[in-house]
T-cell receptor, first 113, second 114 residues
Framework: GDSVTQTEGLVTLTEGLPVMLNCTYQ??????LFWYVQHLNEAPKLLLK?????KRPEHQGFHATLHKSSSSFHLQKSSAQLSDSALYYC????????????FGTGTTVSVSP | DAGVTQTPRHEVAEKGQTIILKCEPV?????LFWYRQTKIQGLELLSY????????DGGAFKDRFKAEMLNSSFSTLKIQPTEPKDSAVYLC????????????FGSGTRLTVL
């Protein structure tokens, strides 16, 4: 069935360094992928989502490219900020049954000065 | 506009008790979701409603978990009976119907089962 895999549970890095979070998926049909971010004591919220026309989505300095050949939608940012410390979820819109989003297990990012 | 409202924010239950969590979606949203959030499993789908009809039920949660949508602006999640392994954050989310649209989450209910 459809699924999302995030291999890193925790990523720690220093402010100013690049960050990349891995996301791979299995999808029965043409996929829609999303990244959600959850800051401490807040609700998850959408960070960015894939497009059908191969545009690269960007938001708050983050970007992700959907690669259907490798079934990936990795999240990247060239220079991490302290405020990027949060929990990041990759999600796939499922086609089995209804259309609920299928989430990965999440990656916690901790940025230090 | 009001976002997704969940009550209570915290709930403590004894093993075997019945608890009911509440959710009010964003006004006008047709789709409502219940997810369980844990560090190990991430976000797991419990139930998905579209226009009050149950569209999807998380297979692993069918026996003791029951979500209902009493009207378009109110949903409940009942856990009966509770077990310590149910300790988690329960998130409600809503969205408009259609394609690759945004999910709006509530702040969640943190459940602790003793």
């Amino acid at each position: 069935g459809d699924s999302v895999t995030q291999t890193e549970g925790l990523v720690t890095l220093t402010e100013g360094l690049p960050v990349m979070l891995n996301c791979t998926y299995q999808s029965t049909y043409s996929p829609f992928l999303f990244w959600y971010v959850q800051h401490l004591n807040e609700a998850p919220k959408l960070l960015l989502k894939s497009f059908t026309d191969n545009k690269r989505p960007e938001h708050q300095g983050f970007h992700a490219t959907l690669h259907k050949s490798s079934s990936s939608f990795h999240l990247q940012k060239s220079s991490a900020q302290l405020s990027d410390s949060a929990l990041y979820y990759c999600a796939l819109r499922g086609y089995q049954g209804g259309r609920a989003l299928i989430f990965g297990t999440g990656t916690t990012v901790s940025v230090s000065p | 506009d009001a976002g997704v409202t969940q009550t209570p924010r915290h709930e403590v239950a004894e093993k075997g008790q019945t608890i009911i969590l509440k959710c009010e979606p964003v006004s006008g949203h047709n789709d409502l979701f219940w997810y369980r959030q844990t560090k190990i499993q991430g976000l797991e789908l419990l139930s998905y409603f579209r226009s009050k009809s149950l569209m999807e039920d998380g297979g692993a949660f069918k026996d003791r978990f029951k979500a209902e949508m009493l009207n378009s602006s109110f949903s409940t999640l009942k856990i009966q009976p509770t077990e310590p392994k149910d300790s988690a954050v329960y998130l409600c989310a809503s969205k408009t119907g259609g394609g690759a649209e945004t999910l709006y989450f509530g702040s969640g209910t943190r459940l602790t089962v003793l």
